[in-house]
C-alpha cells in the first residue's frame, strides 16, 4: 500500500464511518418519541444497525493505524469530522429530555434521501480495491436493502396521504435538497479515490442518485424544483460543519470523555 494510497483510503472510511455515526444518533433521538409502537421497535433497530456500520468503518480505520476506534469516534473535535452536514442536523426544536419538538417529515425525507444515496454508495464498495471495504460492504447491504424499504414505505404513505402531510413532506424535501450535494460528495479527494479504484465516481453515484430520487418523485406525482441538490450549508467532506455537530458529539462522547476506559458502543 503507498502512502498516496492510504491517504485517500483513510480519507473515504472517515467519510463512511463519520456519516454512519452521526445518522445513527440523530436517528437514536427519536426512541420513545416515533408515531406509534411498531415504529420506535423498528426505528430503533435501524440505528442500532447502522451504529454497527459506524463500528466496522471505525475499525477498518484502526487497523489502518489512525487509532482506536473508540478514541475515534469519542474524542475528535468537530473540525476533523468527514460526515455530511445534511446528517448532522438536528430533528427539530427543543432537547430529547426537554420539551422534544422534532419533525417526522424532516426525518423520513433525510432518511430516505441518504439510504438510496448509502446503497449506491454500498453498490460501488463491492468493488473496492481495498478487499476489507469491499467485504464491509457486501455484509452492510444485507441490511441496508431493508432500511430502504422502510423509508420508501413511509415516504409512499406520507405524500399520497393528506394535504397537510403532503404539504409538510414537500416542505422538507425542498430543505433536504438544498443540502443533498453534501452527502453526494466526495470531497477534495474523490477523484483520487476513484483513481485508486476505492469507489465509483462521485459523477456516476450522483446521477443513479438523482435517477432513483426522480423515479420515487414519480410514483407519487411529485417534481423537485431544482435539478440539482445543493450544499449551502457547507462541504462535511472537507470538515466544514454547523453547530449542530458540536451539540451532537457532546452527548454522544459525554460518557466517554468522563471515562475512556468505558466501552464506546
Known amino acids: 500500500m503507498t502512502p498516496e494510497y492510504k491517504k485517500v483510503l483513510t480519507e473515504l472510511l472517515y467519510q463512511l464511518a463519520d456519516d454512519n455515526f452521526i445518522h445513527a444518533f440523530r436517528g437514536s433521538e427519536w426512541l420513545g418519541l416515533a408515531p406509534h409502537i411498531e415504529e420506535d421497535v423498528a426505528f430503533s433497530s435501524i440505528n442500532q444497525d447502522t451504529m454497527g456500520h459506524a463500528v466496522m468503518y471505525y475499525k477498518l480505520l484502526e487497523d489502518l493505524g489512525e487509532g482506536r476506534a473508540d478514541d475515534l469516534a469519542h474524542l475528535r473535535g468537530a473540525e476533523s469530522y468527514r460526515n455530511a452536514v445534511l446528517l448532522e442536523f438536528k430533528n427539530g426544536g427543543g432537547e430529547y429530555l426537554d420539551s422534544p419538538n422534532y419533525d ?3 426525518t423520513v425525507v433525510r432518511h430516505l434521501f ?3 444515496y448509502k446503497k449506491i454508495r454500498l453498490d460501488a464498495l463491492k468493488q473496492s480495491s481495498y478487499e476489507p471495504l469491499a467485504q464491509a460492504a457486501r455484509k452492510i447491504l444485507t441490511e441496508q436493502t431493508y432500511h430502504l ?3 420508501e414505505t413511509w415516504f409512499r ?3 399520497l396521504s393528506t394535504d397537510e402531510a403532503r404539504r409538510k413532506m414537500e416542505a422538507q424535501i425542498e ?3 438544498q443540502d443533498m450535494g453534501g452527502v453526494l460528495s466526495l470531497g477534495q479527494y474523490g477523484d483520487d479515490m476513484t483513481a485508486c479504484g476505492l469507489i465509483d465516481s462521485e ?3 450522483k446521477l443513479a442518485w438523482l435517477t432513483e430520487i426522480k423515479s420515487l418523485f414519480s410514483k407519487v406525482n411529485y417534481k423537485s424544483a431544482a435539478d440539482e441538490p445543493g450544499m449551502v450549508s457547507g462541504n462535511g467532506r472537507n470538515k466544514e460543519h454547523s453547530p449542530d455537530l458540536d451539540h ?5 462522547s459525554e460518557v466517554y470523555r468522563g471515562d475512556p476506559q468505558a466501552t464506546g458502543w
Open 104 to 106: 417526522w417529515a424532516f
Open 114 to 116: 441518504y439510504d438510496v
Open 149 to 151: 424499504m422502510h423509508w
Open 157 to 159: 404513505q406520507l405524500m
Open 175 to 177: 430543505r433536504c435538497w
Open 203 to 205: 459523477e456516476r453515484m
Open 248 to 252: 451532537a458529539l457532546n452527548i454522544l
